[in-house]
Each structure stands twice: as structure tokens, then as C-alpha cells.
RNA sequence: GCCGGCGUGGUGGAACAGGUAGACACAGGGGACUUAAAAUCCCCCGGCAUUGCGCCAUACGGGUUCGAUUCCCGUCGCCGGUACCA
């Protein structure tokens, strides 16, 4: 009987469908197991090939999960809200709720026909008015508590399309779809408080408890960039004093000039006393227009004035220093002024050089004619520091600190480069921010029992001239009246961002029909917290804090239960498609300088990111078409290690095609016998416990590769049915569909009452798994000379006579003393000889 | 620049509390079965020497060790994140 995996396929869904083997069950005594992936954004191409690799994998655990007896919550969801949905409806002219339709149910068709186990009754959608109902509760909760709130600043501005865009959007300096520049306009937008959850962010990731890879936890920590310095007040020969940030006040007598941001409030207060005001105005004007892009990563030349009539002193030394103004200091971090210490510090260094000022050398160990001498650590000697003289930078730090709290002028400080969360999309296609605006009252939550507020239907979606939401035009909507007072007000016309729908999903998945609150008490205490969430390494720095954050706002408010929302994280890495341009296809040395000279560096690559554009992008739909799910399944794990970026292969692909028909085949050669044999007992024995361990360790390359080792085995020594019985519950995560109709072909099934994904997970017996002899190396010298066939944990006199009757290993002994003998037990023995 | 990670056959990749490098698979070669092809089954497949009994091989150069792909130091190259954060 042929493999005829389209029917097999069908059949099998179609079953589990009507069953529903997969449903999760909320209060069950079982232990549970809440395996997560990250939710799919719908988008009209369809499933990509990139989506079935996290897929596949969560769904072999919870398959596994559920036969070692848990109960076991693996849903699925549509991450719906967004720009590019936005986008192609307004270029197709159709509404975004339809294509946002049409796109899910194409997704689930494809989710379905891999065959993965969600729980289907449990789909959430984040445009579903009854799912983003609590996605605005939440944000009126957080503004009940002060952590939303509204302020004027600037935002990434197209000029061509004349609207707001996202920092993802701005792709070096232009605009991502017209290609337009990007400047920075001045625009009132929500914000939220992450900041003041910054410490717990970074401190709570190193609870025990929290299994994240560690890069995860290096990215999150870096992201928020916690820092600890020093901030110092120097006087001015004006009324105000200034304050500067500084995690080396070590360096504090080498100071020769400060700079002020030209943002700085402060400047606009000193224009009478600034004797070069028109100039210092001019750089003022000339900065507002340069965008981040310049500012930052293009050029880091640096530009500056000098305020003339400013005055500041060194509160170390006394000594009188100038300052200037220079946008290389930023407004947004620290307090927008610093001090510039050109020894100790390269970009201060490049300033002081370019504008003539004296460079002090404070710490000894570099050449400060020649560059900043930055070192941190014990290398350097303080000098020309007054009492600090002597002292390394780690002890001269400390010592500095002190002498400042002392004096009065000092304090240790803490600062972060976590900035507070623009919140607001000048938008359609998000949720509606539930505010309204009273001139009598100011912003005033809608009340809730008016949630959800449900996004209106707009004629139009498309972007405005003015940069504000489409929704704005709709009057009707907008004009209110005030819950507060009742007087006339307005909505808030701004929408949220895509990220906010999916920082609570997970919640949302273990209560999916609640009316009352985002997740139930109980459902939350029951499945809380997730206990594996699998995602791409692109969510680890802001969708992982953004939901992170809520996570511990809902838990301050009793919401949920437990700090932290993933007890663990891992990471997959992407799937890369054939480069059409690679050098390594071309026959002849001119074609390979051809393609050299035409791509560059991209023809040395033989896998690049798919794209339309290079026509390498591969859709699961023909992979299944032509080969079947299960195929696609297996070798979307056998692609290589989990973590790592992959290389699709065609060819690949029919080897684990080969390999399922090879198991297939097995059923007309298995003889009766319902034990496992005797002779295949330490094969069988050894897959159950690398397959049961790689898959825990998300090693599934390994644990495949252990499944076709066993079928070799088989094919090489015969087998009984028993010994099929095991190989098909190991397969059954891989390989669903398959199995299940094996499992009805061989009997199993009638005789079970059961699917054998219902079956409990086979136990391997160490006992069992060493045949009575074992093969070891003989090593003289650390180099293998031969090996030899001695029965388990023999001893070292054993083996070493015997690995002396090999040939080999006794030519190389001959005329020679054994000095020692090194034995690894049933390894490998290494004579040392004189 | 800074922070992570990685460099193993023609290819994807195994093996790392130091212990027979190249599991498993793809591509390639040979054979069996076929009128033939596909499919299937069996064998070979790092390099250089030789016709098996040797030498060299885990980016490169050192070190520790009886023994290093694995640990340490240095160099080169690639990938990801981040970037004037004081």
C-alpha cells in the first residue's frame, strides 16, 4: 500500500476537528503546560515559510506534553491591527476590516493544514472589538494610575506623505515606502510610563525562576541601559547654576569646557546675557532641522558655538571654563548639559580638537595628543587631580563621589536610556484611545461601562494633509459630550500602536470569552504564567518589554499573580531562501567576476532573506501540495539547529519525504510480537531517550535525526510489531497524520480505544540500553591506534591485554616500557609509553 | 565603536562537565531489481600518499593536557543587536 498523504492528511484534520483532541481544559487536576508562540500578523501573502518553524516546534512539545499526561493550553491568535493592512487597503480600495477577514481565514486554513494542535475554541483577534474592549480598559487603568499622559514632542514626519511615521518606518533618514526625507515635527502624543518601571525590569530578570537565553536577557538589559554616575552642579557667572551627568567624575579636574543641548530651556533664559545671540539662534534653527539621522548615525563631525558671556566653574578645582552649545549632547538623556573632559572621552576629544580647546590629561596610561584615553579599569594612575593624585579610576571614583556629597555640589544619580512609550498613531486601523477632551475638565477616561469604544467606519482611511487621524473628520464621533460635566468635548482621535494589542494576548488565551475583566481570576491562577513562549529574536528588545510592562502594572493592580508573564523564552532563527546571484552557482570564472562585480558582497552568500524580488520566497502551500504536511513538518525541524538561521532546501525536503516512506514500508515487514524485541531493545531504548531529551532541550534536528537511525536499525535487523508500536509514539509529535493512520492500520487503535496521540509517551529503560559488549578505542600516545571488542565495564587489565593483541596497537608498543594507562570506562584506553 | 553569537567535508549539519571528529541527511559515484526509466534496496564518499597497515585535517598562530572542535591567550573573517546615552 502506497503512503497517500494528501488523503491521510485530510482525513485526520477532519477528525480532529469534530473531536477536538486539543482542548485545553481551565481547573483540570492534570499539570498544566502553557506553551506559547508568538501570535502571526495576518498579511495577504499568506502563511510565509518562516511561520511553520516556532509552529512546528511548540507543537512536537505540547503534543509530547500532552502524552507525558498534561493539560496542556496551545493556542493561536491574529496579531490584526496595523500598517500594512492599513496600506493595502487603501490601495486596493478595500475596507481594512475585510482584508483583515479574508487574511485570517487564509492563515487558519493554512495553520490547519499543517496540522499543528491549537485549541481553536480559544482564537483571538486583537481587532475584535471584544478582544481590544480590554485592550482600553487596560490603558484606562494606566492612566488611572498616572502611568498614560499626554505631551508635545517630536515625531518622525514624512514631507511627501505628509504624515506621522513609526521609528520602524524611517529606513535611513527617508521615508520607507515614498523614499521622501523625514523630518522631526512637534506633535502632542500619548505617552506611557515605562520608565518608572525600568529597575523592575532589569532587576527581575535575574530571578532564578526566569529560564530567558541569555542574549535575551543581555538585549533587554541593554535596551533599557541603567547607568550610575554622578550629576554635578556648577556655578554660573549668571543666577542659575547648572547640573551635568557623569559616570566619571574621576575626571572632574580635567574638565576644560562644558556643552549645553540646544534644545535646553535654559538658553532661551540667557539670551539677553549671550553676547552672540543671532549665532547661537542660527545653530538653534539648524538643528531642529536636521532629523535623528543625521544628527546621530551619519555624521559625527562635530559642530558647535561657544555661548559668548557664559561663564561656569569647575566646583573641583575653581577654575573658570567656557561652554558651548553643540548638538552632539542630547536633550533627552541626563540634563541635557555635559561636562567635557577632551583627555578622557573621544567624542569630547574630536570637540576640544576641533575648536582649540586645552585637552588635561588626569589619568595616566594613553597619549592624549593622539586620542581620549578612556580606559575604565586598574591600568590608569590619576594626575593633575588635586587629591585624587595616586589613585587608580576604580578607587578615585568612590573617593570623587564622596568628596562631592560632602561639599554639596554632588550626588550619586541613576539614568536609563529607556525613554517613556510614544503610545499615539496618527492612524486608522488601531484602537481607539478611549480619552476625551473637556475644556473645563481636561482629559477624561470614557467611562467603562462605555467599552469597548468601537473604532468608527470612515469613508476615507487613507492618511490626512494635517498628519491627524483619519477619524478626525468624523464629527459625529468626535463631538461629545463630557462624562464629567456633560459640557460638549471632543474624542481623542489617535489610535494605539500595533504593539498593543500583543502585549496581553497571552492573558487573554487562558479566559477568551470572559465579559467582565481580560482574564478571570481563576483561569489566570490556574494557567499562569506561560510556561514556555518561543518568538523571534526581532520581539526580544520591545514587544518582550512591552508586555513585560503591562505584565507588572496588571500585577500591581491584582490583575494577575505573578511578576513576570514567561517563566521561559527562547528564540528561533530565520529561514533563509536560495540566492539566486550566489558565485557558487556560476560555471565559469568570468560568470563568477560577473555576478562579483554586479552584487558585491550579497554574491558570496548562498542563502539570503527571501524576497519577491530575488523570486526565492517559498510558499507552504506547494510544500504540502507536493509533499504532504508531515514532510514539511519534519524537515522544517531537520533544517538545522533551532536557534540559528537555516537554508531552505528543495532537494532536502524529499529526504525526510524518503524517510517517511521508509517508516511507512515498515508495516508490511514488522513480524508479530508485541514486545519490544530483543535484539533492537538498546536501539529503541537509546531513541526514547535522546527523542524525550532533544525535544525538551528544543534540539529536534538531533531527535529526528535519532528517529531515521532507529529505522535504519530496523531495516538493517529486522523488527516486530512491539518495536514499530514505540517508533510510531515517537513520531507521533513529528508526524501526525501519519502515524495516526499507521496506528489504525497496525491495530493499535481498535485495540487501544485510542488515537497514539493519546497514548502515554514511552519510557526508555537505561537497563536495557547497552547491549553485553561494548566497542573501545585504544589510544598510545593520544593518537588511535585500533579498537577493540571487550564486554561492558571491563576493567583495565582486560581491556589493555586485550587492545595488546591488536596488531596495531602492539606495533606501536614494541620495544617500548607502558609508563601509564589511562581508562575512560567503555570509551576509550590510552597507553603511555616510553 | 560597544554588546552578544559564530567559523567543522561538495552542501545542510552532528559530536562540546576534554575522550574513536564528520552522526543524520542532501548532492555525487557504483551495484541489485527492471525491456527501460522512476521508485525501492545494498555499498562507497574530508585531503594527500599509497593500493588496506602512514601522514595531514574542526578559520589562523600559540598555550594547558596522556589526550583539545570543546578550555586559555592572540590574530583574521562572518552574522545579529545597538549606537554621539556623557
Known amino acids: 500500500m502506497k503512503y497517500d498523504f494528501a488523503a491521510i492528511e485530510t482525513k485526520w484534520q477532519k477528525k480532529w476537528e469534530q473531536t477536538k483532541p486539543y482542548a485545553a481544559v481551565t481547573g483540570d487536576k492534570r499539570p498544566k503546560f502553557y506553551g506559547l508562540i508568538e501570535f502571526p500578523y495576518p498579511s495577504a501573502a499568506g502563511l510565509h515559510v518562516g511561520h511553520p518553524r516556532p509552529f512546528t516546534a511548540m507543537d512536537i512539545i505540547c503534543r509530547k506534553k500532552r502524552m507525558q499526561g ?15 493592512t492599513e496600506n493595502f487597503a487603501i490601495k486596493n480600495h478595500i475596507h481594512p476590516s ?34 481590544y474592549h480590554w485592550t482600553q480598559w487596560i490603558f484606562l487603568q494606566m492612566f488611572k494610575h498616572g502611568l498614560a499622559y499626554k505631551t508635545t514632542m517630536p515625531v518622525n514626519w514624512c514631507t511627501s506623505c505628509k504624515c506621522v511615521l513609526a521609528n520602524e518606518e524611517v529606513v535611513e533618514g527617508v521615508c520607507e515606502r515614498c523614499g521622501a526625507p523625514v523630518i522631526r515635527k512637534e506633535k502632542s502624543q500619548w505617552m506611557l510610563r515605562i520608565t518608572k518601571y525600568a529597575d523592575r525590569l532589569i532587576d527581575d530578570l535575574d530571578d532564578e525562576s526566569l529560564d530567558y537565553i541569555e542574549r535575551v536577557k543581555t538585549q533587554q538589559k541593554n535596551w533599557i541601559g541603567r547607568s550610575t554616575g554622578t550629576e554635578v552642579t556648577f556655578k554660573t557667572n549668571t543666577e542659575d547654576d547648572i547640573t551635568v551627568y557623569t559616570t566619571r567624575v574621576d575626571t572632574l579636574f580635567g574638565v576644560t569646557y562644558t556643552v549645553i543641548s540646544p534644545e535646553h530651556p535654559l538658553l532661551k533664559k540667557w539670551q539677553p546675557l549671550i553676547r552672540n545671540w543671532d549665532e547661537v539662534a542660527a545653530y538653534q534653527a539648524a538643528a531642529a532641522r536636521k532629523s535623528d539621522f543625521e544628527r546621530g548615525e551619519l555624521n559625527h563631525d562635530k559642530t558647535g558655538v561657544r555661548l559668548s558671556g557664559i561663564e561656569v566653574v569647575n566646583p573641583a578645582n575653581g577654575k573658570t571654563v567656557p561652554m558651548f552649545v553643540s548638538d552632539y549632547v542630547l536633550m533627552g538623556y541626563g540634563t541635557g548639559i555635559v561636562m567635557g573632559v577632551p583627555g578622557h572621552d573621544q567624542r569630547d576629544w574630536d ?90 475638565c481636561g482629559w477624561v ?70 465579559d467582565k475583566l481580560p482574564v478571570s481570576r481563576e483561569a489566570e491562577e490556574y494557567w499562569g504564567p506561560v510556561d514556555w513562549y518561543n518568538g523571534g529574536m526581532e520581539h526580544t528588545t520591545l514587544h518582550l518589554l512591552y508586555s513585560r510592562f503591562w505584565h507588572k502594572f496588571l500585577y500591581d493592580i491584582g490583575v ?27 560555471k565559469t570564472e568570468e560568470e563568477k567576476q560577473a555576478l562579483i562585480e554586479k552584487y558585491g558582497s550579497q554574491a558570496l552568500r548562498p542563502a539570503v532573506k527571501m524576497s519577491k524580488s530575488l523570486g526565492n520566497v517559498v510558499n507552504p502551500d506547494d510544500v504540502v501540495k507536493a509533499y504532504g504536511a508531515d514532510t514539511m513538518r519534519l524537515y522544517i525541524m531537520f533544517i538545522g539547529d533551532f536557534e540559528k538561521v537555516a537554508a531552505w532546501s528543495d532537494d532536502a525536503v524529499k529526504g525526510c519525504k524518503r524517510f517517511l516512506d521508509r ?23 537509546k531513541a526514547i531517550k535522546k527523542v524525550t531529551e532533544d525535544i525538551d532541550e528544543l534540539k529536534l534536528n538531533t531527535a529526528i535525526a535519532a528517529l531515521m ?123 603511555i609509553v616510553k
Open 70 to 84: 498534561y493539560n496542556v493550553l496551545n493556542p493561536i491568535g491574529f496579531d490584526a491591527f496595523g500598517l500594512p
Open 98 to 131: 475585510i482584508v483583515t477577514k479574508q487574511n485570517i481565514e487564509n492563515f487558519t486554513r493554512q495553520l490547519k493544514m499543517l496540522g499543528y494542535g491549537f485549541d481553536w475554541d480559544r482564537v483571538v483577534d486583537t481587532t475584535d472589538p471584544k478582544y
Open 351 to 440: 570637540f576640544a580638537t576641533k575648536f582649540g580647546i586645552p585637552i588635561v590629561e588626569v589619568v595616566q596610561g594613553g597619549d592624549i595628543t593622539k586620542e581620549a584615553f578612556t580606559l575604565k579599569d586598574d591600568t590608569g594612575i590619576m594626575v593633575n587631580s588635586g587629591f585624587l593624585n595616586g589613585m587608580t579610576v576604580k578607587e578615585a571614583i568612590p573617593a570623587m563621589k564622596k568628596y562631592a556629597v560632602e561639599q554639596g555640589w554632588g550626588h550619586e544619580k541613576v539614568n536609563y536610556k529607556l525613554r517613556d512609550w510614544v503610545f499615539s498613531r496618527q492612524r486608522y486601523w488601531g484602537e481607539p484611545i478611549p480619552m476625551i477632551w473637556c475644556e473645563k
Open 445 to 514: 477616561p470614557v467611562p467603562e461601562d462605555q467599552l469597548p469604544l468601537v473604532l468608527p467606519q470612515v469613508e476615507s482611511y487613507e492618511p490626512t494633509d494635517d498628519g491627524e487621524s483619519p477619524i478626525s473628520k468624523m464629527t459625529d464621533w468626535v463631538n461629545t459630550t463630557c462624562p464629567c460635566c456633560g459640557a460638549p468635548a471632543k474624542r481623542e482621535t489617535d489610535t494605539m500602536p500595533q504593539w498593543a494589542g500583543s502585549s496581553w494576548y497571552y492573558l487573554r488565551y487562558m479566559d477568551p470569552h470572559d
Open 560 to 586: 494577575v499573580h505573578t511578576k513576570e508573564p514567561y517563566a521561559k523564552r527562547t528564540s528561533h532563527g530565520m529561514i533563509l531562501g536560495q540566492n539566486p546571484h550566489y558565485v557558487g552557482n556560476a
Open 663 to 685: 517508516v511507512w514500508n515498515l508495516m508490511d515487514q514488522a513480524a508479530d510480537g508485541d514486545e519490544i524485541s530483543e535484539k533492537n531493545a538498546p536501539s529503541v531504548h
Open 709 to 831: 537511525t532507529l529505522v535504519n536499525e530496523f531495516y538493517a535487523n529486522g523488527l516486530t510489531k512491539g518495536d514499530l508500536e514505540a517508533l510510531m509514539l515517537l513520531l507521533s509529535p513529528f508526524a501526525p497524520h501519519m502515524v495516526e493512520e499507521m496506528w489504525e492500520l497496525t491495530g493499535y487503535a481498535a485495540k487501544t480505544g485510542k488515537m497514539a496521540m493519546q497514548m502515554p509517551w514511552p519510557e526508555f529503560d537505561e537497563g536495557k540500553m547497552t547491549a553485553s559488549t561494548v566497542e573501545m578505542a585504544v589510544q598510545v600516545l593520544g593518537k588511535l591506534r585500533g579498537t577493540v571488542t571487550v564486554p561492558v565495564d571491563s576493567e583495565q587489565e582486560v581491556v589493555v591485554a586485550e587492545a595488546l593483541k591488536n596488531e596495531k596497537v602492539a606495533r606501536f608498543v614494541e620495544g617500548k616500557q607502558i609508563v601509564k594507562t589511562i581508562l575512560v570506562k567503555n570509551k576509550l584506553v590510552n597507553l
